[in-house]
């Protein structure tokens, strides 16, 4: 019987001549492959200029927002909180649709563009809001503050604001998921050069994100604070036309990667093509590629993938059929024949759910950063110096100072040595750069535990009034440190690794995805919370973990669930890692 079934087999010299091609063609597709060099760190002064100064004025929009809602809008906490936490659920949303029609539709180019011309406004409306004093409430003096009858907003100035907001969320829809991957379209992901500029691209990209980040929370907060809100809100404005500049300069040396289409119907093709044909027999060799539908790749500089034996399954998807092609060897019906290079995409896009599933908890601690620390160190000496006292939630500056520091020491030190020591690319390979990042997190929160047993004890044994212990907050600098370099193994791992294993017409998407993710970890945090602080506080007299006196909880206990959630998910990481295999390429 023959390996397609019931449908009947092109004649064998119908098939020589479909996969033939004459010399002629040969020496212009060279010739096209000259003229598509990627220009690798060519287009980067111009990408990670823009990416510099764009993320410079966007996280110095949201740097101290808060405040701004609680102070010039008259906001109590709570309803301030509820504005924030809704404009992040949307933000964390967006980039997902922005990152399909990128993929898609439009472009990667023109959905930055138009992006950034959206969070140009916003910026320009929520300035005018600090400015305009039509729409803004009448400023509260103290007396006012301190009865409670401060003049709240109208619904046109909350009107206003929320626009502004929402034009933002729109602008960080569209660069999100796409500045990082129109980066990586620059580079020859098929050479050992191209990879390696890729590694290092995403070092530079976190590095100065990360200098951005600590340049925001003190320099751009204290203007705010202390000299202006309107010229604290008007220098990511200014910031933004620089980086929109910048953005555009570049045009003539970039390399643009035309979209594909929707990507849920070429993966709906396969999955239909497969099911169509799944009595049929596969050849016993994968060899046998007359068997396959296998037609030239649209895009130059895309890589070109072999058929494997993954999903085998899903092979019969790119089964020729007599009477499935036409005579210019296109596919007769895309939904009963797909080519070669549709199923291996499909194939690389459901390896990488595991471990996407992974990098949900892998940033617990990260996200814990920010509310426990905190709580730690105002019950902890805060003095670095006679005259100056640490502020509490300057905790994460340790963190940002140490993704700062280490980035640029393993990719100019030790990747180098690492892989003359292990004759591998890039000295780890990329799941093993994640893997120390998973290890990190469980360092991370064990040392947290025990730090809090320390502190816990001294402020019992002191009895202070205030509750705060005789220990330095620089104990906790360790902690800090170890989420830092959840920062450097983890999520720049995790980031190199789904943009470089992604089909090159969902590289949007999946990077939309590790930003989804970050959702999804701050939900599961709350909800691990809400049900510690639940079960730990209905015992009688009994104090919760998570008392609001912190010297009363068990903290501590806490930090050592987080890490036995991480633990266990570091297993199922080896377990998917360790049966991950790499996207491979051939040589056209």
């Known amino acids: 019987m023959p390996v ?3 449908f009947e087999p092109l004649p064998l010299h119908l098939l020589l001549v479909l996969r033939s091609k004459s010399s002629f063609q040969e020496k212009l597709l060279d010739e096209e492959r000259q003229m598509a060099k990627k220009p690798g760190w060519k287009a980067m002064p111009y990408i990670l200029g823009n990416d510099t100064v764009e ?3 966007t996280f110095g929009m949201q740097a101290n927002l808060t405040m701004y809602l609680m102070k010039v809008y008259n906001m109590d906490q709570v309803f301030a909180a509820n504005i924030i936490n809704n404009w992040y659920a949307i933000t964390n949303v967006l980039p997902v649709l922005g990152g399909f029609l990128a993929d898609a539709y439009l472009g990667k180019f023109p959905t930055i563009a138009i992006a950034s011309f959206a969070s140009l406004t916003g910026m320009v409306v929520v300035m005018l809001t600090t400015w305009v004093p039509h729409i803004h409430p009448t400023p509260c003096t103290l007396q006012q503050q301190l009865d409670g009858v401060c003049k709240g907003h109208t619904t046109l100035q909350l009107t206003v604001l929320l626009i502004g907001l929402f034009l933002l969320s ?12 129109f980066a990586i379209d620059q580079f020859d992901l098929t050479t050992v050069d191209g990879r390696r500029g890729t590694t290092r691209f995403f070092n530079v990209y976190y590095t100065t994100q990360t200098l951005i980040m600590l340049m925001n929370q003190t320099l751009l907060v204290y203007i705010m604070d202390s000299v202006s809100w309107t010229l604290g809100y008007g220098l990511p404005v200014m910031f933004m036309l620089v980086s929109i500049f910048v953005f555009f300069a570049g045009t003539r040396v970039y390399d643009f990667v035309k979209p594909q289409g929707s990507i849920f119907s070429k993966i709906a093709q396969v999955v239909v093509a497969a099911v169509h044909k799944r009595h049929l027999s596969l050849p016993p060799n994968l060899e046998t590629q007359e068997a396959f539908y296998d037609p030239p790749l649209q895009n130059d500089g895309e890589p070109n993938l072999p058929l494997t034996y993954n999903f085998r399954w899903l092979n019969k998807a790119a089964l020729i059929g007599g009477d499935e092609m036409n005579m210019d060897e296109s596919s007769r019906d895309p939904w009963r024949l797909c080519s070669i290079q549709q199923v291996e995409e499909l194939k690389c896009l459901l390896k990488m759910i595991p471990i996407w599933i992974s990098t949900i908890i892998i940033f ?15 019950k902890m000496d805060r003095h670095l110096s006679h005259n100056f006292e640490m502020h509490p939630a300057s905790v994460s500056v340790i963190t940002m100072l140490t993704i700062g520091v280490c980035l640029p020491i393993y990719d100019q030190l030790l990747a180098p040595a690492l892989e003359k020591l292990t004759k591998q690319e890039g000295g780890l390979t990329v799941l093993q750069r ?10 991370a929160m064990i ?13 019992i044994a002191l009895d202070a009034p205030d509750g705060v212990a005789p220990m330095s907050v620089l104990w906790l600098a360790p902690q800090s440190m170890l989420i830092g370099c959840i920062h450097v193994f983890g999520e720049v791992g995790n980031t190199t690794l789904f943009n470089r294993e992604s089909p090159e017409g969902m590289r949007s998407i999946s990077n939309s995805l590790l930003c989804l993710n970050l959702s999804f970890t701050s939900n599961l945090s709350n909800v691990i919370i809400n049900v510690v602080h639940n079960f730990t506080g209905k015992k009688g007299d009994q104090h919760g973990w998570l008392d609001s006196d912190i010297n009363k909880g068990r903290l501590e206990y806490f930090y050592f669930i987080i890490a036995g959630f991480m633990m266990l998910n570091m297993c199922y990481f080896i377990f998917c890692a360790r049966r991950y295999t790499y996207k491979v390429t051939r040589s056209m």
Request: charge should be positive; proline fraction near 7%.
């Open 364 to 378: 617990l601690p990260v996200v814990q950063q920010s509310i426990f620390p905190v709580s730690q160190a105002l």
């Open 55 to 57: 993320r410079l004025a």
């Open 170 to 181: 729109i602008g960080t829809g569209g660069i999100r998921p796409c500045s990082i991957p």
């Open 4 to 6: 397609w079934g019931n």
């Open 447 to 459: 040392v947290a535990g025990f730090v809090e047993i320390r502190r816990r004890r001294l402020a």
């Open 434 to 443: 994640v893997s120390l990042g998973h290890g990190a997190g469980i360092l």
